[in-house]
């Protein structure tokens, strides 16, 4: 233990990096100067996995083997040694870098060139300290005793279940003690047929003619009579090391030796198997009728998985596209890698692994953050969740649109909205059930204020390991369902709770477009932060939710304040127009009066006139 934490203590010297205390910032600044600004604390876990990491291929591979393998590490190393835009001292230099006379891309490409050469520089001087060491008359580099005690690789497991929060590909000093245990097989072959007895001086050995080998006359048998041999007579049957002796059967096809990939002999098995256990003796007293029949071998040879696969597309309707994916590697297009299959009386659910991770998932969610969403799904919805009975451990994650609550997005809902959504989701559950003939458990149902499908494509990158592509139950169902996972319902809920958050502060607006703040933010991330969604969305997505939502406060007050003062200059100015209404009132009821008055003494003076005339 003590000699694995002084390799690791050694390289975090070579790489100049403080075990304890603060670690500072390899980046340059815009005055070409080195950033004196430390990287946050929590990223010292990360550092710490990274940095056994390739401490452990340093071990299990050459100089030249050990730094290619290490530079995967040493970028994601170099990234976690760049301090956050929020706290610097002075801003970064962006874009091409010139140090020294070289030009790099971007910050990154520098750390990774100046953690390179501490690398290098490492390796030669262990390199140099055990070729003084190692005794006389051995090679010069002990590298190769070390390959035959240790994995040749390191195992690579994806997380299928791991609590939410947890810290991924995290190694501790039992781990490396782990990898430099002895293996007493480097290499596991299958085992090979060899003779169980030599063969006598006068002794007729079997061989199987060669024309027999491919036909359909498999047990046919030709006698040699055994001669003298000259040194420098040509290579005979009898010479070859899978030569059978009269005690053992026919040569059988490998697939009738060897069991499939659920069986196959691992290097304790086949220490503890012995071969006349894979091969039974033929009874040669037997009538040739018998000898045409299929073999002891055939009789009780094991099931064929890979037939069973067969059998079971055909049952299912299923071809090869179905089951393969766009990438050529077979551990994700490999058809016989069903994680799972359910019995019940309609067609079993088949589950196998969904798209390959991205290299980035963090990149992959902002990008996805990024991109406006489409105009029908701007509006508000529910989000839900539901497990499919006949296939405990799966989920499906949905969205559904809400047309009862575009017009508010006011937190708490109402009561009614609840109930009209509620029947919403259950109609959508109802055509899933028609339509696909699931037998639904909902788990959960979450409401977003904004844009709904965009939340929900927001989930499923963040739990993109979990993704899992599922066969439909229903025969006539014939499209390919990805949006199932393998997770617990508390990580699918805190995940879903997650960007509920982010969908309460409103982050699109009408026309779809990301607000500012979000912009800079996801920017920044894409450029400098490689992270799991896990430690994103525990540390700085937190941090970012709180400082928008106290953004969001202030500026709401602000607007507030805004609203209040032009409500009260309103009313100010509407009072003076309303007194400025009474007093135009009045002198229109007042000459109006006057107007009257006149009009009647006009009236009157006439009227006496024509009396005087009569007169």
């Known amino acids: 233990m003590s000699t694995r934490s002084s390799g690791v203590d050694s390289l975090y010297e070579a790489l100049e990096i403080p075990r304890a205390g603060i670690i500072s910032c390899l980046a340059q600044t815009k005055s070409n100067n080195r950033c004196v600004t430390g990287v946050p604390n929590r990223r010292r876990g990360a550092i710490e996995n990274h940095i056994k990491t390739i401490f452990i291929q340093d071990l299990n591979g050459e100089d030249d083997q050990a730094l290619e393998a290490a530079q995967p590490s040493l970028k994601q190393l170099a990234a976690l040694l760049i301090c956050t835009h929020n706290t610097r001292m002075e801003p970064h230099a962006r874009g091409i870098i010139v140090v020294d006379g070289t030009r790099y891309k971007e910050q990154i490409n520098y750390i990774s060139s100046v953690l390179d050469t501490r690398l290098r520089s490492w390796l030669s001087k262990k390199k140099e300290k055990s070729e003084k060491s190692q005794p006389k008359g051995q090679g010069t580099s002990n590298r190769s005793s070390r390959k035959s005690q240790i994995p040749v690789a390191i195992p690579k497991t994806r997380q299928t279940t791991r609590q939410y929060g947890a810290e991924n590909n995290a190694l501790d000093e039992k781990s490396l003690d782990r990898f430099q245990e002895a293996r007493q097989y480097t290499n596991p072959q299958r085992p090979k047929l060899i003779r169980e007895s030599t063969i006598g001086e006068h002794e007729e050995d079997l061989f199987m003619s060669a024309r027999h080998r491919d036909s359909t006359h498999r047990n046919s048998y030709t006698y040699y009579q055994k001669e003298p041999m000259s040194p420098f007579s040509p290579l005979s049957p009898r010479g070859d090391a899978l030569v059978m002796s009269p005690a053992s059967v026919a040569s059988p096809d490998p697939s009738e030796v060897f069991t ?347 009227g006496d006139k024509h009396e005087e005339l009569r007169l």
């Open 260 to 606: 499939p990939s659920s069986n196959i002999s691992t290097p304790s098995s086949v220490s503890t198997t012995p071969i006349s256990g894979l091969l039974q003796p033929v009874d040669f007293d037997s009538s040739p009728k018998k000898k045409s029949q299929k073999s002891p071998i055939r009789e009780n040879k094991p099931i064929d998985e890979s037939r069973e696969v067969e059998d079971m597309m055909q049952k299912m309707k299923l071809d090869q596209k179905d089951l393969d994916d766009d990438d050529d590697d077979d551990e994700w297009c490999n058809p016989s890698k069903q994680l799972f299959v359910s019995s019940t009386s309609r067609r079993p659910m088949t589950f196998r692994l969904g798209e390959k991770p991205e290299e980035s998932p963090v990149r992959a969610i902002f990008d996805c953050m990024v991109k406006p969403p489409r105009e029908r799904y701007r509006d508000s919805g529910y989000v839900y969740c539901f497990a499919e009975k006949s296939a405990p451990g799966y989920l499906k994650i949905g969205f559904t649109l809400s047309s009862e609550l575009q017009e508010t997005t006011e937190l708490p809902i109402s009561s009614w909205a609840k109930k009209h959504n509620k029947d919403k989701v259950k109609k959508r559950l109802q055509e899933q059930e028609r339509k696909c003939g699931h037998d639904i458990d909902l788990r959960f149902q979450k409401f977003m204020p904004c844009a709904v499908q965009k939340m929900e494509a927001l989930v499923h990158r963040t739990l993109h390991h979990e993704n899992r592509m599922a066969s439909c139950p229903a025969l006539k169902c014939s499209e390919k369902h990805r949006e199932w996972f393998e997770v617990s319902e508390d990580i699918a809920l805190g995940v879903v709770e997650v960007w509920q958050e982010f969908s309460r502060l409103m982050p699109y607006n009408a026309a779809g477009e990301l607000s500012e703040v979000w912009k800079d933010y996801a920017s920044s991330q894409r450029r400098e932060c490689i992270l799991t969604t896990t430690e994103l969305l525990d540390t700085e997505w937190a941090e970012q939710i709180i400082k928008v939502r106290n953004s969001n406060k202030v500026r709401l007050r602000n607007d507030l304040a805004e609203a209040q003062e032009r409500r009260k200059m309103a009313e100010w100015q509407f009072k003076l127009v309303q007194d400025e209404l009474l007093g135009a009132r009045k002198g229109e009821e007042r000459i109006q009066q006057e107007l009257t008055k006149l009009e009647d003494s006009s009236k009157s003076a006439n």
